[in-house]
């Protein structure tokens, strides 16, 4: 499947952001630094984290066919909005 639209969030501080990759942890992708990508189980996710302004940017760039983007974006919303 193609790349899916990129979500932006604003106000991730360091703190935030810190909780945001143990959560991403518990889900078995790792986030290593402020941008990059990292993929499992069939999908590719990338990053990119500006601690200055607190933008994030979070983009499913492939998933597997039985995952649509509603789905995955729905689980990076979940992912960043369960952190304080």
Do not use: R
């Not at 909780?19 to 993929?39: E, T, W, Y």
């Not at 999908?43 to 597997?64: F, H, K, R, S, V």
């Amino acid at each position: 499947m193609s790349e899916c639209a990129a979500q932006s969030f604003s106000g991730i501080n360091p703190a935030k952001f810190a909780c945001l990759v143990a959560n991403a942890a518990k889900q078995g992708i790792k986030i290593d630094g402020n941008h990059g990508s990292a993929s499992k189980s069939g999908i590719t996710i990338a990053w990119n984290y500006a601690p200055e302004t607190g933008n994030l940017t979070i983009q499913c760039m492939e998933t597997p066919f039985y995952l649509g983007c509603d789905q995955v974006n729905s689980i990076i919303h979940e992912l960043v909005n369960d952190c304080p």
